[in-house]
């Protein structure tokens, strides 16, 4: 059974999702665009229609989606005899995200090194640096792990 869309609830969704992204640090636009992708049934929608349910400019749907796109959240494509785009949100959304920062997440483990060592060993400069590179080659040695159940407790049916 399918229930009916409240359009006016999805609509407050997406503007409330977009503030607690924007919060976290996501650009605004994006953050609108990628709410909205999430929110239509099919996971796809032109820039016309992005630009029509948020009343944006097609200059910031552009904007935006060639962000998300940078980040690899969506996908551009054109179905043979359409003449416009359509923006596509990735089925494997924040599994991508959260892999391509496990990957960040251990360059910058690497990196601290060098801030430890600069700062001279002992110090308490150099304690936190170590404190905070130990955290992130924690999250991103347990990363792969986490992301091996979740494919699990994806693909089971039940």
Same mark, same amino acid.
């Given at each position: 059974m399918v229930s009916e869309r409240d359009e006016e609830a999805l609509a407050r969704f997406v503007e409330r999702f977009a503030i607690d992204l924007?919060?976290?640090?996501?650009?605004? *636009?994006p953050a609108?665009?990628?709410?909205?992708?999430? #929110? $239509?049934e099919s996971g796809v929608a032109t820039a016309s229609e992005l630009g029509e349910s948020l009343k944006i400019s097609p200059a910031a749907v552009s904007g935006a989606v060639r962000y998300l *796109? %940078?980040?690899?959240?969506?996908?551009?494509?054109?179905?043979?005899?359409?003449?416009?785009?359509? @923006? %596509?949100?990735?089925?494997?959304?924040? @599994?991508?995200?959260?892999?391509?920062?496990?990957?960040? @997440?251990a360059r910058w483990a690497q990196t601290l090194n060098e801030g430890i060592a600069a700062a001279?060993?002992? $110090?308490?400069?150099?304690?936190?640096?170590?404190? #905070?590179?130990?955290?992130?080659?924690?999250?991103? $040695?347990e990363t792969p792990a986490m992301m091996r159940r979740w494919r699990a407790i994806r693909e089971d049916p039940s």
């Open positions: 924007s919060e976290a640090g996501f650009p605004r *636009m609108r665009i990628l709410a909205a992708l999430l #929110t $239509t *796109m %940078q980040l690899e959240l969506v996908t551009k494509r054109r179905e043979p005899g359409r003449r416009h785009d359509e @923006y %596509q949100i990735r089925d494997d959304l924040w @599994y991508e995200a959260v892999g391509r920062k496990d990957r960040i @997440y001279g060993p002992g $110090t308490a400069a150099a304690d936190r640096l170590e404190d #905070t590179r130990r955290f992130f080659e924690f999250v991103s $040695t």
